[in-house]
T-cell receptor, first 115, second 111 residues
């Protein structure tokens, strides 16, 4: 158990809809990262937050947004969903703002299916 | 872009040591070598990381060559539950977008 909690585990929704994925980081971790893993692609970095502030952006679509709240949990919002958004979405957390000597610890993901 | 090169797949007999190589010839002096694994569709699991010295924990050992251009992850007594995709990542003091996962090595532990 990594200590990172993601909810829900599974989500099935229709095209055009909006969903919210939730992540609670490990106790004491201030950084939260979101990754997407599709069947035909590897783990793709989406976005990073540190203590409530956005730190880095990857290949995150404009239809997607995220935030980190004062209690350090984070939410990833996906809107106007398309079939191609079906994927596993992972959250990770770490102690530090920048990595280096600070491992990321991953949750077990939310499996999103868009029909 | 991933800065590491790993074999696509490897087999290992159950109970034997699994030695997973990784090349990172362009590694910088302040970059760490990290290893993760992903079992089926679970979240990537942190295994070990190091800078220049060899490291050991309860899961594995990490051997880094003196020139730091390659490393080997050693699972001393592989079990069927170690079947997974293993990722080698090099990482400096950067923000998250530089924590890049390549395709990894698919390790199959055979009975």
């Amino acid at each position: 158990d990594s200590g990172v909690t993601q909810t829900p585990k599974h989500l099935i929704t229709a095209t055009g809809q909006r969903v919210t994925l939730r992540c609670s980081p490990r106790s004491g971790d201030l950084s939260v990262y979101w990754y997407q893993q599709s069947l035909d692609q590897g783990l793709q970095f989406l976005i990073q937050y540190y203590n409530g502030e956005e730190r880095a952006k990857g290949n995150i679509l404009e239809r997607f947004s995220a935030q980190q709240f004062p209690d350090l949990h984070s939410e990833l919002n996906l809107s106007s969903l398309e079939l191609g958004d079906s994927a596993l979405y992972f959250c990770a957390s770490s102690v530090a703002d920048r990595t280096g000597n600070s491992p990321l610890h991953f949750g077990n993901g939310t499996r999103l299916t868009v029909t | 872009d991933a800065k590491t090169t790993q074999p696509t797949s490897m087999d290992c007999a159950e109970g034997r040591a699994a030695n997973l190589p990784c090349n990172h010839s362009t590694i910088s002096g302040n970059e760490y070598v990290y290893w993760y694994r992903q079992i089926h569709s679970q979240g990537p699991q942190y295994i070990i990381h190091g800078l220049k010295n060899n490291e050991t924990n309860e899961m594995a050992s990490l051997i880094i060559t003196e020139d730091r251009k390659s490393s080997t992850l050693i699972l001393p007594h592989a079990t069927l539950r170690d079947t997974a995709v293993y990722y080698c990542i090099v990482r400096g003091y950067n923000y998250g977008q530089n924590f890049v996962f390549g395709p990894g090595t698919r390790l199959s532990v055979l009975p």
